[in-house]
């Protein structure tokens, strides 16, 4: 049985339950329940079955930390007074 899209809720229409009763027609109905109820576990078990992603924060995190370490590393050391300066440190 197909996938029920979100599409296909919005455009389904039923019968009117049959002379005497009231409403819709109930097997119309349940048949089409069972189908939303299928595939709504279709997809609670393809999202349990995803691995464990890390949240975006954590990713920051980590890119953040990477980031400082590398301009730590590349930072411009102070070296000695210029004279033509006036003895100030380059920038």
Request: hydrophobic share 40%.
């Amino acid at each position: 049985m197909a996938s029920i899209t979100a599409t296909d809720v919005r455009a389904v229409t039923f019968d009117k339950a049959p002379f005497g009763r009231r409403g819709y027609d109930e097997e119309q109905v349940d048949a089409f329940l069972d189908e939303v109820v299928e595939t709504l576990t279709s997809l609670e078990t393809r999202i349990n079955g995803l691995p464990d992603q890390p949240s975006v924060l954590a990713v920051l995190e980590q890119i953040t930390a990477r980031l400082d370490r590398i301009e730590n590393s590349v930072a411009p050391r102070p070296g000695p007074p210029d004279p033509l300066l006036g003895g100030a440190q380059p920038l």
